[in-house]
């Protein structure tokens, strides 16, 4: 069974780049069938899908984020990160990484990382 693990910072000021790793153990990155994803869940709001990796290493983005992501990956570690930019207060909110066979949704969950933009 796939397993994800967030690691990353949780306190960042504003204007700074949030860098979030998401490590995979019981599955390769480079499965042909999932789509690796970063979704997260701002306080007191509904999931926000942020982005995706497929296998082949092509990327998706959400269209309101897409100036400030970046995602990626290093299959020697089996890990894809995520990078967000210029950081504000509403970027506050629990950072999720999972695994789908669909596009924008998640069959398998790491445990999620609070992360907090504050000045």
């Known amino acids: 069974q796939v397993q994800l693990q967030e690691s990353g910072p949780g306190l960042l000021k504003p204007s700074q780049t949030l860098s979030l790793t998401c490590t995979v153990s019981?599955?390769?990155?480079?499965?042909?069938?999932?789509?690796w994803s970063w979704i997260r869940q701002p306080p007191g709001k509904g999931l926000e899908w942020m982005g995706a990796?497929?296998?082949?290493?092509?990327?998706y983005y959400s269209p309101s984020l897409k100036s400030r992501t970046s995602i990626s990956r290093d299959t020697s570690k089996n890990q894809f990160t995520l990078q967000l930019s210029s950081v504000t207060p509403d970027d506050t909110a629990v950072y999720y990484c999972?695994?789908?066979?669909?596009?924008?949704?998640?069959?398998?969950w790491g445990q999620g990382t609070q992360v907090t933009v504050s000045s």
């Open positions: 999972a695994a789908g066979l669909r596009l924008g949704l998640g069959d398998y």
């Open positions: 019981g599955g390769s990155i480079t499965n042909n069938y999932y789509y």
């Open positions: 990796i497929a296998s082949s290493g092509s990327t």
